[in-house]
């Protein structure tokens, strides 16, 4: 018997032991891959959208500063020379100064007379020429302005332009004088989005229609602006998070790809273009994979030697776990054997415990007795002291009343009046709570409930025009039932008191009553915080508050002597906002 005792415990023991070696490591290393992982992606995704943003709004300051020059440019003066015969020169002259001053960003400015022929140009050899429109793909609108846009195309020499031109007014009748042609070096502006790209990570950027705008240097060989079109679930995630999806045409593979649309500038609203920056999954999680084979790696390590260690911990430690078993058992059959032989570590510290909490356990039961009925005196007590309140508070404000009047008036007398019943019901009160550990049964006379309400509002109106809370009395007829006045009282107070704890200034208190054959209803209503639904059935329990400095002791008290008068209460949301707690009654007594 002891020797399959051991066997058994040994078993649980190497299996515990392999378990909580084993499998928290085996939950470490694949969340910490997880982990890692989705780390690797979320840090992938933001620098892909933070790129996609900066060169979106690059993009766009190249082509909002290119639009300023053009309607800049068609307002001087020197625009107006186009009335005039010999205008090369001057032009001329002024269009080399822009193109050299702005370096390498214009191919060629032109200004073209109203036939289409170039009049003047940065390009003395254009002179003289025909001036061939492009199909209108853009127009920006601008103050006073509008420029037409030409679809970006690569000319016979390799360059890729984007043309501009806007009409030229004269200042001194009216009409067009002709057009001014900015023919921007587009690969110039298309180098912005080579900034971050490597082999696996490039930036298109296409129109609102899928056509490619601008592409950076690794894709420029594969795709020519204005020429290549991608389907519409490229940009349909514009501005969304970045997603994984396939990469044809722009890369191979599976790629990440962060889609963001050109926000505009200034008064330039953008075109509407999305620049998409996409870069491989296989390149960009590689780092991810390497790491997960290093944690597998590691994890056959940590099994090995967590075996080797479970065999040899689990037999040291069964032994005098087997002896500890033995002695249970004797004392679960009711014979007190002796204790198990000494052990070290901390077996050894645990019989020690084990035969010292035996031997408490005699008295423990008896503590334990005591405990109880304390406690239950105690709640009885702190029951008691809760129901003390209602009355003292209410005499306490009746006194401070009295102390600001001199000369004692009909008001005063009321509450003095007051302070002499509440003295009476406090008195009984006390008296029926030591006497009994329950609510005594009511003492049920015909009362009208909307007279008792109207007492127990009387009560309580100085309280809440102190705290500037308006009470409102919606009375009913013939609101009559067989019910003790005394405890009724107290459901009443305890409610209202409870709402006028609960409302900040300037809120509002309403109670109702209404009857019909069988039943009275009665209502007390507040625009307060409410009550939650999940908390409905336990503000009726004992010690359950929802106020500072409250017991939790006022709705059980409520909920006792309601039931004891065959009614219910319950809590619902109010038409006021906060909460309501409804009381039904029976007309007559059982």
Request: hydrophobic share 45%; charged share 20%.
């Amino acid at each position: 018997m002891h020797r399959n005792s051991r066997v058994t415990i040994r078993s649980i023991l190497l299996t515990a032991f392999l378990a909580v070696g084993l499998l928290p490591a085996i939950v470490l290393t694949g969340l910490s891959s997880w982990r890692t992982q989705a780390a690797m992606r979320a840090e992938i995704e933001q620098s892909l959208s933070t790129q996609a943003t900066g060169a979106a709004a690059d993009l766009d300051k190249q082509v909002f500063e290119r639009l300023q020059n053009a309607v800049t440019w068609s307002h001087l003066e020197v625009m107006q020379d186009l009335r005039l015969g010999d205008i090369d020169k001057r032009l001329s002259t002024f269009l080399v100064n822009m193109r050299q001053h702005y370096g390498n960003v214009y191919d060629a400015l032109y200004a073209v007379d109203p036939q289409g022929r170039i009049v003047a140009s940065s390009q003395p050899t254009a002179i003289g020429r025909a001036f061939h429109d492009g199909p209108v793909w853009e127009q920006a609108a601008l103050p006073g302005d509008t420029v037409t846009v030409e679809a970006p195309r690569r000319e016979a020499n390799g360059t890729e332009v984007l043309v501009m031109r806007l009409p030229i007014d004269s200042q001194f009748t009216d009409g067009s004088l002709g057009e001014l042609v900015l023919v921007v070096d587009w690969g110039v502006a298309a180098h912005e989005l080579d900034a971050g790209t490597h082999d696996s990570r490039a930036v298109a950027v296409v129109d609102r229609n899928g056509r490619i705008v601008a592409v950076s240097s690794n894709l420029r060989r594969r795709f020519t602006p204005g020429s290549t079109q991608l389907d519409a679930d490229w940009i349909a995630g514009s501005g969304a998070p970045a997603r994984e999806r396939d990469g044809a045409p722009l890369l191979d593979g599976r790629v990440i790809v962060s889609a963001v649309r050109a926000p505009g500038r200034g008064p330039f609203n953008g075109f509407g273009w999305t620049t998409l920056v996409l870069e491989s999954s296989r390149a960009a999680l590689a780092p991810v994979r390497h790491m997960v084979w290093s944690f597998f790696g590691l994890l056959l390590v940590a099994t090995a030697a967590t075996i080797v260690l479970a065999f040899a911990v689990s037999g040291r430690i069964a032994r005098p776990i087997v002896a500890l078993t033995d002695y249970v058992r004797g004392l679960m059959r009711e014979q007190r054997a002796p204790p198990p032989p000494p052990a070290s570590g901390e077996v050894g510290e645990l019989m020690e415990a084990f035969t010292r909490m035996v031997d408490d356990l005699d008295a423990s039961r008896q503590t334990l007795v005591r405990a109880s009925q304390l406690a239950a005196i105690g709640e009885f007590a702190a029951m008691m002291a809760h129901e003390i309140r209602t009355p003292l508070g209410i005499l306490r404000s009746s006194a401070q009343m009295l102390e600001r009047d001199r000369e004692i008036g009909g008001e005063s007398r009321e509450l003095i009046g007051f302070i002499d019943t509440e003295t009476q019901r406090l008195n009984r009160l006390v008296a029926n709570m030591l006497d009994r550990a329950r609510v005594r049964p009511p003492n049920r006379a015909p009362e009208n409930i909307d007279a008792l309400i109207a007492r127990c509002l009387a009560m309580l109106r100085a309280q809440a025009a102190r705290q500037h809370i308006e009470i409102e009395h919606v009375p009913a007829d013939d609101a009559v039932a067989d019910v003790d006045a005394e405890q009724m009282t107290q459901v009443l107070l305890n409610l209202m008191l409870n709402a006028l704890h609960i409302l900040p200034e300037g809120g509002r208190v309403r109670v109702a009553a209404r009857s019909d054959a069988e039943t009275v209803t009665i209502e007390v209503a507040d625009n307060g915080p409410g009550i939650p639904p999940a908390e409905r059935q336990r503000v009726f329990q004992p010690f359950v508050y929802r106020r500072e400095g409250g017991l939790g002791l006022g709705l059980a008290v409520v909920k006792q002597i309601v039931n004891a008068h065959g009614g219910a209460i319950v809590v619902e949301s109010a038409d006021l906002g906060g909460a309501v707690f409804r009381i039904r009654l029976p007309r007559r007594a059982a």
